[in-house]
């Protein structure tokens, strides 16, 4: 019974604090090389407007958070940096493979599978990224990145431009400590991983939900939430989905090629 009344009271209060992050804000970031992140992917709605981010990790899906999932239909768009230059080559129609596990991001497992129409055409503006493997151990304080489209101030205006920004990876005690800390009292879900939005004013904000965390070349994490709508750093450390911890699923749905 208790269990049950912290899973709700966690979900009250994600919530009520703002954390799920839709939406894309990279903040203290800088414009993107268009020669790299070749693996981004918009993920967007069924009139064409920007949701999530996401990432190519096989010619023929995109990784993204599941909360990111829409009621309608939804497509991904490739081989952009700038959302204002798309053109119908760049777009897929998506099957959504959700992790059969995900109930809300407060419960974890805010990982999805995005399975594109076709294959997509690899080129020089079009490249899957590698995944980390599981056996690799992400240390403390690693300089990864992560990136995204949209606003990259508190309140302000989206940016159809990709920017990206160096985030540091946050002990994951010491990340489950601070969440934990009144007036928060959050007790993070499983299999997570934190970087950046804390001790440092880089970091995501109410977005780049489903966007990758990359460290040495290789996506480690899904963006999942931060804390509130301010872009106020530092408070409590960004949190990520831990891609290694779902190797197996994603390896088993990439080999039978579906959901």
């Known amino acids: 019974m208790m269990h049950a009344l912290q899973k709700f009271l966690l979900f009250h209060l994600l919530m009520c604090l703002g954390l799920q992050a839709l939406g894309s804000d990279i903040i203290n970031g800088k414009k993107a090389n268009e020669k790299l992140m070749l693996y981004m992917a918009s993920v967007q709605n069924n009139k064409g407007h920007h949701v999530c981010g996401g990432f190519l990790i096989d010619e023929s899906f995109v990784l993204t958070a599941a ?7 939804m497509s991904v768009v490739l081989g952009t940096h700038n959302l204002k230059k798309v053109d119908d080559s760049m777009r897929y129609n998506v099957t959504r493979c959700k992790h059969p596990s995900y109930v809300s991001v407060s419960k974890g497992d805010d990982i999805m599978l995005l399975k594109l129409s076709k294959k997509a055409q690899l080129n020089k503006r079009v490249k ?6 599981a056996e690799i151990k992400i240390k403390e304080k690693a300089k990864c990145h992560v990136a995204g489209w949209g606003s990259t ?6 940016d159809n431009v990709l ?9 994951l005690e010491d990340c489950k400590k601070e969440w934990a800390q009144p007036p928060n009292g959050v007790n ?7 970087a950046g939005g804390y001790g440092t004013k ?19 994490g899904v963006v999942s939430f931060n804390m509130r709508k301010n872009c106020d750093y530092p408070n409590v450390p960004n949190v990520y989905t831990n891609i290694s911890k779902y190797l197996p699923w994603i390896k088993k749905i990439l080999k039978q090629k579906k959901c």
């Open 67 to 73: 909360h990111c999932d829409e009621k309608n239909s």
């Open 128 to 133: 899957p990224v590698p995944l980390i493997k």
């Open 153 to 158: 101030e508190t309140g302000g205006k989206t």
């Open 163 to 171: 920017r990206d920004v160096d985030v540091p990876i946050v002990n």
């Open 188 to 194: 993070l879900p499983a299999n997570v991983i934190c």
């Open 202 to 220: 880089n970091g995501f904000c109410q977005g780049d939900s489903g966007g990758p965390l990359v460290c040495d070349r290789k996506a480690v």
